[in-house]
């Protein structure tokens, strides 16, 4: 006889066991959508998003009976943010519609893109906080509404972006934080080495797909631009003496005009710190939805009759811009004496 080991048995826990029930007020318009991570769920108005987690998720050893139910509220973005639609809603609308490779979690797969939506999210509130500051600024400077003293010879005091180091210093730390989650998603599907850039991704690929697959492709042609990002990073933490990220705020140069806040690695860079964050945050929201798909539609089975189409009128409360649909190529219609092809869907 084998010995089995030990298990208390369940308590009974009435007062948390019942359904919970709250009321969504913060926000504009009704709910627009609805998403389970597994261990939470995440409520969508177009311009706000309620989190709620059960007791289960709050007490899962189960020792407090009257665990509560917790719901917060963000107010950063709801549905109508394409962070949110399309990196959460949307991948959870393609995970519905296709099968899943042996060893794939959906829920897994779910928590990862809301990781990275939450720290590209930061990015953008960030990236929004300075860009509001420089044009205020760039504003006032052409009005000529900077004080000006010393017979108007100087300025006093003269504008600056408030914090210009620490916020872009905090973006890069979380522009980094996606890339790296960005590179760890067809680790959700195959075993492949956890890797933190697209250049040893590529590398780690080979052997798993083909070089000449859309992952394969995908990953080799956003090499450079997602160096880019991780370099800026790096080298404002740990500068060497033939580079160092430079982290410039407003400045009168020598020939009396006024430059933007800039940044830049080497010696006679100077990229506009604004406008590089506002391009940053589209393309990695643009690059986190590129990866997923393009991870999705490489390990799925594909013998499922399911194909990707851009969806042709996104719906502003909620644009998703791309979904599955049945591929009526192959499908079999019986009935007919024989198999009828009809062409495929969407564009």
Same mark, same amino acid.
């Given at each position: 006889m084998i010995a089995k080991k030990y298990e208390p048995p369940k308590v009974p826990m009435p007062a948390r066991e019942g359904a919970g029930k709250f009321e969504f007020k913060e926000g504009t318009g009704p709910i627009t959508r609805m998403v389970s991570y597994g261990s939470f769920m995440e409520i969508y108005k177009v311009d706000t998003t309620a989190q709620l987690r059960s007791p289960e998720d709050v007490d899962p050893e189960r020792t407090n009976p009257n665990a509560p139910w917790v719901s917060t509220v963000d107010v950063r973005a709801g549905s109508g943010n394409e962070i949110v639609s399309r990196l959460c809603v949307q991948s959870s609308e393609l995970l519905k519609a296709v099968r899943l490779p042996a060893g794939a979690d959906k829920e897994v797969l779910l928590r990862h893109m809301h990781r990275i939506k939450e720290e590209l999210l930061q990015c953008q509130q960030?990236?929004? =906080?300075?860009?509001?500051?420089? =044009?205020? #600024?760039?504003?006032?400077?052409? =009005? @000529?509404?900077?004080?000006?003293? @010393? +017979?108007g010879r100087g300025f006093n005091p003269f504008p600056q972006v408030k914090d210009l180091h620490h916020e872009a210093n905090n /973006?890069?730390?979380?522009? @980094?934080?996606?890339?790296?989650?960005?590179?760890? #998603?067809?680790?959700? +599907?195959?075993r492949v080495k956890e890797d933190s850039n697209f250049d040893y991704l590529a590398k780690t690929l080979v052997g798993v797909v083909a070089a000449d697959s859309d992952l394969s492709r995908f990953v080799t042609d956003q090499a450079d631009s997602v160096r880019r990002i991780v370099d800026l990073r790096n080298y404002a933490e740990h500068a060497r003496d033939d580079r160092q990220t430079e982290i410039a705020n407003f400045k009168v140069q020598a020939d009396g005009r006024i430059r933007v806040p800039f940044w830049g690695m080497l010696k006679g860079e100077e990229t506009n710190i604004h406008e590089e964050m506002e391009a940053i945050t589209l393309y990695l929201q643009d690059i986190a939805e590129g990866m997923f798909i393009l991870s999705l539609q490489q390990f799925r089975p594909q013998n499922f009759p399911m194909i990707l189409v851009a969806v042709e009128?996104?719906?502003?409360?909620?644009?998703?811009? +791309?979904?599955?649909?049945?591929?009526?190529?192959?499908?079999? /219609?019986?009935?007919?004496?024989?198999?009828?092809?009809?062409?495929?869907?969407?564009?």
């Open positions: 960030v990236s929004r =906080r300075v860009s509001d500051q420089v =044009r205020e #600024i760039i504003g006032k400077i052409e =009005r @000529n509404e900077v004080k000006r003293d @010393n +017979y /973006f890069l730390i979380s522009a @980094n934080k996606v890339v790296r989650a960005i590179c760890g #998603i067809p680790r959700l +599907y195959v009128q996104p719906d502003p409360e909620c644009p998703l811009f +791309y979904q599955f649909v049945p591929d009526m190529s192959k499908l079999k /219609f019986e009935g007919l004496g024989r198999t009828d092809e009809m062409p495929a869907s969407g564009r």
